[in-house]
């Protein structure tokens, strides 16, 4: 086991991806070593097919590593107790441990379109089946007043800017109260100042 520091969630030790292509192995990463802390606001920068994505993947566990090792500290209590070597799990595990404990946010908000706002945050914890409704519901609506959308609640996608189905997808990832949330160039798609009140609202996160 990889060693831990106190309040860390993730850590990657010589973390490898390779991928076979027609030329031959490709490498998208090599030898990563990360440790990401509770409360920690931390961004992944680089160039146009640096790795930024493929490392998400690998500390979500959406795609398998090469080699190399994933561990989650649910708890960030410092115990050795709560690690789970993410890179061992099957995929229903993973399912629902991501299910759990991470909270996705992607470029293209990836909303349902038939579904209102405040529907769409109800999605994961259907699909993680603890759904209740009356619960489910004000949660929902409680996330969609921190992002400051509540009053388009019952809204369809198409019917909203970028920066607020942004926002949606933001309260979406945070439903099921994750450890971890992920946001794949979440601004990518949003002009400059849109982009500005996203970060803004993830530094608002943190600091709860």
């Known amino acids: 086991m990889i060693g831990k520091h106190k309040n860390q969630i993730i850590q990657l030790r010589a973390v490898v991806k390779a991928y076979s292509t027609g030329e031959g192995p490709f490498l998208a990463l090599k030898d990563v070593d990360i440790d990401i802390q509770q409360g920690e606001f931390l961004g992944i920068t680089g160039k146009s097919g640096a790795g930024k994505t493929t490392l998400l993947n690998m500390i979500s566990g959406v795609s398998e590593l090469t080699s190399g090792e994933v561990i989650f500290y649910g708890a960030g209590n410092g115990s050795p107790d709560t690690a789970i070597p993410i890179h061992t799990l099957n995929e229903d595990q993973l399912a629902q441990w991501r299910g759990e404990n991470v909270g996705i946010i992607y470029q293209s908000f990836e909303l349902m379109p038939t ?37 388009h609640a019952y809204k369809i996608p198409a019917h909203i800017s970028g920066g607020q189905k942004q926002r949606v997808a933001i309260a979406r990832a945070m439903v099921n109260d994750p450890a971890l949330i992920i946001a794949d160039e979440p601004t990518g798609n949003l002009d400059s100042v849109t982009a500005e009140t996203i970060f803004q609202i993830f530094e608002k996160l943190v600091d709860q």
């Open 115 to 151: 579904l209102s706002l405040v529907e769409n945050v109800m999605l994961p914890p259907d699909f993680l089946g603890s759904y209740r409704p009356t619960f489910s519901k004000e949660r929902a609506l409680e996330l969609l007043e921190l992002v400051d959308i509540a009053e």
